[in-house]
């Protein structure tokens, strides 16, 4: 009986430890999956943009995006987005960007994020809806030019509407309301900062993991 009772627990000894090993493992392996990345310093303070006080580093400091500059002999831009557009003076791996607002300031927005491809604008990502004070966009594109587009959105995200009643907070009706849901949808958007991140560099996080 003690023979066996020793030959058991040797069975689940040899069974068991390792089983308890794998999904250790594992569990750290999902852990690190869904872990944040290690960023990159901002690229956005690198770059210059053509409205500086998106990326002077400050909150303090906000602007308006603006409207979408007129190329002689394209179609003009009828549409509501406004731009701000950051340029490198090198190819960038861009992984996130972040537009960050004043509480003040904030307002549904829509979102698409375009970068130069030869000669020609390419939208590469879009957003719609975001509400937050700061809208946290992942992609995966290496531009050396970002036009950030930003426009008032009709929606959010969760399809509530984003304007309920006019900037004077009462309701309007028929063309009135119309006209006024317009004119509030064409006011271009105020932002704080645009902040642009990539991932950092292996050697600069074995560096700081010292």
Not at 18 to 47: D, I, Q, R, T, V
Not at 178 to 185: G, P
Request: net charge neutral; proline share 4%.
């Amino acid at each position: 009986m003690l023979r066996r009772g020793v030959m058991k627990r040797v069975f689940v000894a040899i069974v068991f430890v390792p089983l308890l090993a794998l999904l250790a493992m594992g569990c750290s392996l999902m852990k690190s999956a869904l872990s944040e990345p290690e960023w990159s310093g901002n690229y956005a303070l690198e770059g210059e943009c053509d409205i500086p006080q998106l990326n002077d580093g400050s909150m303090y400091t906000t602007a308006q995006t603006h409207p979408p500059e007129y190329v002689r002999g394209e179609q003009m831009d009828d549409s509501r987005f406004s731009d701000a557009i950051i340029t490198f003076k090198e190819p960038k791996d861009v992984r996130r960007i972040v537009l960050r607002r004043r509480s003040e300031d904030s307002v549904p927005v829509d979102v698409d994020i375009v970068v130069m491809a030869g000669d020609e604008w390419q939208t590469i990502k879009e957003a719609r809806g975001e509400v937050g004070d700061n809208v946290d966009i992942r992609l995966k594109v290496v531009a050396d030019k970002l036009r950030i587009r930003v426009q008032r959105a009709t929606r959010t995200a969760k399809g509530k509407a984003a304007i309920a009643k006019s900037s004077s907070g009462g309701e309007t009706m028929g063309r009135g309301r119309a006209a006024e849901l317009e004119r509030l949808l064409r006011e271009p958007v105020k932002l704080a900062e645009i902040e642009v991140y990539g991932l950092k560099a292996k050697e600069e996080s074995q560096t700081s993991g010292t």
